[in-house]
């Protein structure tokens, strides 16, 4: 069985830039960009460049790895719809969101909420599939359930019947949030069950946990969300023939890193969000650069990139050294 390995898709936090730098650096098969959030419309073209950017350069990274378009929403007719336009502006695939915790998107019948009626999921998959050209495939994205696990299984029938050609499942539920630990023993009757592939998420920091991971799960595919962006070299680590090879490569520098996504990020030209990028990556980069949850502390209210920035230039060596 051929492993695939796939950036998670995180809002705020994993953009173009982000993808760019992770994909260069290596290990991943695939990204899935931050969720499109639809409700009533068909949203312009302008949307999905801003959110997937490489709508413009073959919907794929700068080294090479494709791009799908995450929808969320609880409208099927609509999800379809912007499905079909993302499709039309060249997304190579598109994913559904069925996972999102956040409560303004759950009161508004979107993300994880959705978990509660197995029917709906059919509904929107199928939709979507009906709407999408064939070759384009269409994936979902879910937790093990919204209050609790007992509909895990038949959420997860749900999306495979309505056409999906592969589900991931972050191992837990909407209640449990991002609370360790993950539930990966829950993957492994989906995964038995399931004619198409089960991609296991959550809590994955280190080549350890990965391996544990498809070991409990079953599963052979996985997504990395946080642990990368705590450890940029995480994907190249995993894909290393074994532990020994993987130390043999030469690490990126990360003072180097924050300046390059710093720079890149300058393009977006929206200071306050660039700023709050910068300062959700730092405080990740704190589980594994110890420097890092000091300068978090220093940076945490500054407002401009130049402001970080200084403080990162102030810290500097002690933030090359990882725990
Ligand atoms: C800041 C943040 C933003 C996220 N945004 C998305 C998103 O846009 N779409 C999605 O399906 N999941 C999103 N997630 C969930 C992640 O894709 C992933 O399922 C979760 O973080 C667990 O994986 P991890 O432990 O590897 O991070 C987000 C998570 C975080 C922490």
Redesign the pocket.
Known sequence: MVATLTL???????DVYMRDMLTEIGGFDLC?S??VRVSQHVYPASVFYQLCPELRTGGKTSAGVPVHV?I?GGEASVMAENAAFAAELGAPGI?L?F??PAKTVNRHDAGATLLQWPERLYEIVSAVRGAVPREVPVSA?MRLGFTDKGLALDNALAAEAGGAIKL?V?A?TKLEG?RPP?HWEYLRPIRERLRIPVVA?????TRADYEKCREVSGCADV???????ARPSLGREICAETPASGAAFEWPDILELIGIYQGKIREMQAPPREAGRLK?WIKLLGRTYPAANDLFLAIRRLETTEAIMAEVARTGRELRTAA
């Open positions: 998670a898709p995180m809002e705020g936090v994993v899935v931050e969720f995450q969320m994913d969101n996972g999102c994205k991931t972050h837990r991002y993950a998420n959550g809590e994955i920091w997504m990395v969300g946080r642990g990368v962006i959700q």
